[in-house]
């Protein structure tokens, strides 16, 4: 692959410069000049970065890092502070869940942009930045285990009143389980929809979430299983959306169009909880069933 891309971009005149790998013999064949020397000279545990993504070469994991400085608590600052979370596959979905919400509870303070927050939501949001200090503990594989075996998808499906979201594990031929992508997002705080509406919501969330995977993969005939612990979902995605609401009728008919009725199960609430983001007692619960193997 290194061999491939070299000679392609060659072709346009370009060299690449500083390449990284975790293989030795990768760097070891890569002519003097050109490969990056602070990446060959990583301890084990030391980190790079990777498209914005801390990457641990020596182990081949991802970790993550979130800068905590001292700053006004303003609206402006603390937007400006979690829009600084870089995590584009929503690895960090358990965290950044609890930084939305704050943020929604500030919009609908209707305080001004430089308004230093009340005493009683600074007090959440330095509980918020305490509870990120052990975040660099978490670590992701990069390599999901797939050769040519067959590889399965499962995601999982869940809400509250306060949001909804969704998650994707990769299930290996050799039984490995590994964390795909995760989306979360806050439920509507005007209309406030029902939590069956919400769960249908989270159901959306996940059959997007497939296909994303799905052409990211590029995998074929890759199985694919969607879960949820609401009973009452299952019912819409399985009837005939003549019979629903305008609401629930739109949401079924795109769901369909992305997965079959077929591949939707039923998970009992207690399983499912082992994998939502938002039925746990408390945010280190949530991390800790969020990132199970």
């Known amino acids: 692959m290194k061999q491939e891309l070299t000679n392609m971009l060659t072709k346009g005149g370009f060299q690449l410069h500083k390449w990284s790998s975790n293989n030795a013999e990768v760097l070891n064949a890569t ?7 602070s990446v060959t000279q990583l301890e084990n545990d030391e980190s790079r970065r990777s ?32 829009a600084k979370i870089f995590d584009p596959l929503g690895w ?6 609890s930084a939305k919400l704050f943020i929604q509870k500030l919009w609908l303070s209707n305080l001004a942009w430089d308004q230093e927050v009340p005493e009683e939501m600074g007090m959440e949001w330095k509980k918020f930045q305490e509870g990120n200090s052990t975040v660099g503990e978490i670590q992701l594989p990069r390599w999901i285990h797939y ?15 306060k949001a909804y979201g969704a998650v994707i594990y990769t299930k290996s031929s050799n ?11 806050v439920a509507p705080a005007k209309s406030k929809p029902t939590l069956p509406k919400l769960e249908l919501c989270a159901a959306v969330l996940l059959a997007k979430l497939v296909r994303r995977s799905k052409e990211a993969l590029q995998i074929k005939n890759i199985a694919v299983y969607a879960w949820t612990d609401s009973t009452i979902t299952l019912a819409w995605i399985t009837g ?12 079924v008919v795109e769901i369909n169009s992305i997965l079959s009725k077929e591949q939707w199960r039923h998970t009992e609430q207690e399983s499912t909880r082992s994998y939502s983001k938002f039925r746990a007692s ?12």
């Open 92 to 97: 960090l979905s358990p965290i950044t869940i």
């Open 31 to 37: 002519p003097n000049g050109t490969n990056n020397q």
């Open 282 to 293: 408390n945010k280190d619960n949530v991390i800790r069933h969020f990132y199970i193997q």
């Open 175 to 185: 039984g490995k389980i590994s964390l795909l992508t995760a989306k979360s997002k």
């Open 147 to 161: 050769c040519d075996g067959s590889l399965e998808l499962h995601g999982f499906c869940d809400a509250s009143e």
């Open 51 to 82: 498209l914005g993504v801390l990457w641990i070469p020596q182990q081949d994991v991802f970790t993550f890092k979130i800068e905590d400085t001292n700053y006004k608590l303003t609206k402006r600052n603390i937007l400006s502070a979690v």
């Open 240 to 251: 005939d959306p003549s019979r629903w609401t305008k609401f629930v009728a739109n949401r």
